[in-house]
């Protein structure tokens, strides 16, 4: 197994003030489907809105399976006071001969506005940068998606640019702004 494949095997647990970041487990499907169901939620992801119980289910045994295979997973966001998943975030891509990862979040509608997935992206930074030894984070993000962007920006990272229809999403070419935060960078804010 390489390097990347014993990480995702592996997925450390995680700790915040208020969230802890560990591996999905079957138990958590109900979890997710209570804001992988919203429409709203899903609008600026690959993936549509999930209809019934069974799509999350599916969902995480995907997810389960990423993790046997050493494949690129989220962690789930659970909000320590309640035990709930909240959200997903993980590093989508993860190139160690780059020193380079790539950063994706997703976040329950009813938790936005509450500092939650910049309180757990600040712990996956600081675990990508101290144990992985990245030099750089990115994170695109659709050009609309305004919430993820400010998000980005709050954490110190900065856009490279506007990719032109980078991605198909729901049938609908989309532009990527482009985000990055450079581990001198981080450091120094």
Same mark, same amino acid.
């Given at each position: ?5 014993? *990480? *995702? ?119 990508? *940068? ?60």
């Amino acid at each position: 197994m390489n390097r990347k494949q014993v *990480f *995702f095997s592996n997925l450390p647990v995680l700790e915040t003030a208020r969230l802890r970041l560990r591996p999905f487990q079957l138990e958590d499907a109900p979890d997710l489907f209570s804001y992988a169901s919203s429409a709203l939620v899903s609008r600026f992801l690959p993936w549509e809105a999930h209809r019934t119980l069974s799509d999350s289910e599916e969902f995480v045994s995907f997810i389960l399976k990423q993790y046997e295979e050493g494949r690129p997973a989220p962690w789930a966001v659970e909000l320590k006071e309640t035990g709930n998943v909240i959200g997903t975030i993980d590093f989508v891509a993860w190139f160690p001969e780059h020193r380079r990862a790539e950063l994706g979040f997703v976040l329950s509608e009813e938790y936005w506005g509450r500092g939650l997935i910049a309180e757990a992206a600040r712990r996956v930074i600081a675990y990508g *940068f101290d144990y992985l030894d990245l030099v750089k984070i990115k994170a695109p993000a659709i050009t609309e998606n305004v919430q993820s962007r400010r998000v980005l920006e709050k954490l110190g990272f900065k856009l490279e640019g506007i990719l032109k229809q980078e991605y198909i999403i729901k049938g609908k070419s989309r532009d990527m702004a482009v985000y990055s935060l450079i581990k001198e960078q981080e450091r120094s804010s």
